[in-house]
C-alpha cells in the first residue's frame, strides 16, 4: 500500500506544473508504485487471486495510459519511461 507521503514524492517527481495531481505523467508513476507493491505481495501469497487480476487490471491501465501519452507527446512519454525504468 502507498503511504500518502510515497504518493506525494512521485507526485512531486513527475508532475506538469505546480499544481498537477492527476496528468497521465503523474497516473503512471503512481500505478507503476502500485504494480511494484503488489508483485511484491503475490510472491508472498502466490494464491491470492483476487490481487493477482488487480494487478492485471493495473498493468492494463498503465499499458493504456502509455499508448495514450506516446502518442500525444513523445517527449513526455520518453521522460517518464526512463525516470520510471520501464522498457517499451
Same mark, same amino acid.
Given at each position: 500500500?502507498?503511504?500518502?507521503?510515497?504518493? =506525494?514524492? !512521485? !507526485?512531486?517527481?513527475?508532475?506538469?506544473?505546480? +499544481?498537477? +495531481?492527476?496528468?497521465? =505523467? /503523474? =497516473? !503512471?508513476?503512481?500505478?507503476?508504485? =502500485?504494480?511494484?507493491?503488489? #508483485?511484491?505481495?503475490?510472491? #508472498?501469497? @502466490?494464491?491470492?487471486?483476487?490481487?493477482?487480476?488487480?494487478?492485471?487490471?493495473? /498493468?492494463?491501465?498503465?499499458?493504456?495510459?502509455?499508448?495514450?501519452?506516446?502518442?500525444?507527446? @513523445?517527449?513526455?512519454?520518453?521522460? /517518464? !519511461?526512463?525516470?520510471?525504468?520501464?522498457?517499451?
Amino acid at each position: 500500500m502507498l503511504t500518502s507521503r510515497k504518493k =506525494q514524492n !512521485i !507526485i512531486k517527481e513527475l508532475r506538469v506544473h505546480e +499544481t498537477d +495531481t492527476g496528468s497521465a =505523467q /503523474v =497516473q !503512471i508513476g503512481l500505478l507503476t508504485k =502500485q504494480i511494484e507493491e503488489l #508483485a511484491k505481495h503475490l510472491k #508472498a501469497h @502466490p494464491k491470492d487471486n483476487s490481487s493477482r487480476r488487480g494487478l492485471l487490471k493495473m /498493468v492494463s491501465k498503465r499499458r493504456k495510459l502509455l499508448d495514450y501519452l506516446e502518442k500525444n507527446d @513523445p517527449k513526455a512519454y520518453a521522460k /517518464v !519511461i526512463k525516470k520510471l525504468g520501464l522498457k517499451k
